[in-house]
């Protein structure tokens, strides 16, 4: 306790004792400075605490503010390499890094980005002595076997490598229904289906040729990265490559072509590891097995197709990490919180409906623009940072919004809404979940939105001068600049979807792409963040390809590359807490002092029980049952950005 202390001034602390604050021994190793760190950040994180209380520097009862004074406080920043964001995170919003993340998580990872290294740092990344693929499984389950019960580590948590077949086509195609990008698997043009067609002409793969000429309509999908380079800044035959941080890197732009059986079967049927603009001036390898119950391929040493997979896995990485998941999550919704805090005062229904799904979001999007992007993400790239930061601009300002919602995002990419429940989808859970929680979501924004008390008819939107204003800021080169928000709303139906797809984005969305990342990429050769050597130049080179040659593309040699892409996902995967979880957020709602939220939060609860047990079945119906899908359930489900 402190006695005979002024409060009136913060001078006053300058004599007072701080507790908490204890001299440790230099550490002899680096479990012994992991647990120092992760005590110090918990004694930190209290001290803190302690001295708000006692100097009354910042209320803990929420305040409420003008529409000019949150005008004020919500300014944007234009003039750095990010997109549009918020200037400063206003006092009472600032919410400090150890109170968002793991402390334990979060020492570790600065433990390793500053290199502070021990003698004992090598148990947490392979080095070239685990020269083959066999040998790096085998490292991967003793780490796993070995995780202490006081300090854990990524190992702690199963990931993709304790899989006897995680390299297989069949897990390789399933991430793009399940996995932590599962948003941009598109039915495939004709320009791509002719493309690959010719080029089987050209390599006399008669196989191939049988399979294009007999299939279904409808039945050939791609995941296509061909549009890196024009969206970096980059020249179509440009290397792309970031040799910063004292380890070459190599980016690519795959482009894979996949069959869809009418049972329901994603196989993989040809890949270019890195397309230059077009088919003549990239390689492109087919698979063996045009028919995936063919048996006869050995295909854990079909190295340069496996090769090839490590090239679409890390082409999704980038576009996983930078865009799916940064931009049109993080970024977007920031965007959304800042106009909507300049522009919606307090009391409107709009502003009191998106709240509460804000929560750290500004916090966490500073530390990342600080941190994340430039001390993490970059370094382990293989692109530059200029292509990085152009490749996230573009993205940001083109970030179609209506074309986004997610009944038209999934008839767009050839998924139609009411064929998801057939055989030919049941293996998509990701859609079949995220378009029933999209309606559940929708229902809830609805039954408030279309009560007479807010919005009786398209008029009374029309009319509302606020949300004018919020599609002005949002659309202003002053504000956000984002072109393809509405120019402006005015019916009730636009209105409640709009509303819903910020919410959606906050929370289904953003759950789905963040909290599968440490079961898929911590164990690194799954999802590589870049390759550690050059592409090859033709197909010959390629067929070529052993075993060395993808060990060659690892960062066997790159330990902090290395421990940087397998704990970050571990980092930014921590459990969903209770008091986070969108249950909790409709039971809270259904307490509103608002009998129409209150109301519209009870059904909302009710309709969320529901679905947690139609996820459950979904998942039940995957042909791979030994990699449930349930990121999506209500009571994992995150209400707002929180990591």
């Known amino acids: 306790m402190v006695h005979n202390v002024s409060l009136s001034s913060r001078k006053a602390l300058h004599n007072v004792h701080l507790p908490y604050m204890v001299q440790r ?42 529409l000019q004074q949150k005008t004020d406080k919500y300014t944007w920043e234009l003039s750095d390499e990010f997109p549009p964001h918020l200037a400063i995170v206003p006092s009472d919003q600032a919410v ?61 948590a199963p990931n993709i490598g304790l899989r006897n077949d995680w390299f297989t086509d069949e897990v390789f195609a399933q991430q793009f229904f399940t996995g932590p990008n599962p948003t941009t698997i598109t039915l495939a043009n004709d320009t791509w289906v002719s493309a690959f067609t010719d080029e089987a002409k050209a390599q006399n793969n008669a196989k191939m040729l049988a399979l294009f000429g007999s299939a279904p309509p409808n039945s050939f999908y791609v995941q296509d990265f061909s549009d890196f380079r024009a969206r970096m800044g980059a020249k179509p035959d440009e290397e792309l490559f970031n040799d ?18 009418s049972a329901g079967k994603l196989h993989p049927l040809a890949i270019i590891p890195d397309y230059k603009g077009s088919m003549a001036a990239s ?42 998941h940064l931009n049109n999550t993080h970024l977007v919704e920031e965007a959304v919180i800042v106009a909507a805090q300049r522009k919606l005062s307090p009391s409107h229904i709009v502003f009191r409906l998106l709240e509460p799904h804000w929560v750290v979001t500004l916090s966490l999007n500073a530390l990342a623009r600080s941190v994340l992007i430039p001390e993490v993400i970059v370094p382990i790239a293989g692109f530059s940072a200029p292509h990085i930061f152009q490749f996230i601009r573009g993205s940001f300002t083109n970030f179609d919004w209506k074309s986004l919602y997610v009944p038209a995002d999934l008839e767009s990419r050839g998924f139609p809404i009411d064929q998801l429940n057939s055989p030919k989808f049941h293996n998509y859970a990701y859609a079949r979940d995220i378009n029933d929680m999209w309606t559940t979501l929708k229902k809830f924004v609805s039954s408030v939105l279309q009560d007479a008390q ?29 072109t393809n928000f509405p120019e402006s709303i005015t019916t009730v139906d636009d209105l409640v979807d709009m509303v819903t797809m910020c919410i959606h984005i906050a929370a289904p969305q953003h759950t789905a792409v963040n909290y599968l990342q440490q079961y898929y990429q911590t164990f690194v050769p799954n999802k590589p963040s870049a390759l550690f050597s050059p592409l090859p130049k033709s197909i010959a080179q390629l067929q070529k390809y052993t075993e060395s040659d993808l060990m060659a593309a690892l960062p066997l040699n790159a330990k902090r590359q290395w421990l940087l892409m397998a704990q970050i996902p571990y980092l930014l995967s921590m459990q969903v807490q209770e008091d986070e979880n969108i249950v909790t957020y409709a039971a809270n709602a259904s307490t509103d002092k608002d009998p129409i939220i209150a109301s519209a939060g009870r059904q909302l609860a009710a309709d969320l029980k529901k679905l947690a047990a139609v996820f459950l079945a979904n998942s039940s119906q995957l042909d791979d049952q030994n990699t449930p899908y349930d990121v999506l359930a209500p009571e994992q489900l995150a209400n707002a950005i929180v990591i």
């Open 25 to 66: 021994p230099k550490p002899t190793g680096y479990n012994v400075a992991l647990k120092n760190a992760a005590e110090g950040y918990d004694k930190a994180r209290r001290m803190v605490a302690w001295l708000y209380d006692i100097a009354d520097y910042e209320s803990s009862v929420p305040q409420t503010f003008s």
């Open 96 to 156: 400090s890094a150890p109170s968002i993340f793991s402390p334990v998580r979060l020492a570790q990872t600065l433990l390793i980005m500053s290199s502070l290294w021990y003698d004992d740092h090598t148990e947490l990344a392979p080095g070239p002595e685990q020269n083959t693929m066999q040998k790096l499984t085998e490292w991967n389950q003793e780490r796993h076997r070995d995780q202490g019960w006081i300090v854990k580590d990524m190992f702690n």
């Open 244 to 261: 910063s941080d004292g380890a070459m890197r190599y980016g690519c732009a795959a482009v894979a072509l996949f069959y869809l059986t």
């Open 283 to 324: 390689v492109t390898i087919f698979n063996k097995r045009t028919d995936p119950l063919d048996m006869t391929v050995n295909q854990a040493n079909d190295w340069p197709w496996r090769y090839a997979k490590t090239c679409v896995l890390s082409s999704d990485w980038a576009l996983h990490e930078m865009i799916i």
């Open 454 to 482: 807010y919005y009786p008819d398209d008029a009374s939107v029309a009319a509302d001068t606020q949300i004018q204003a919020w599609c002005d800021e949002m659309r202003s080169g002053m504000g956000a600049g984002m």
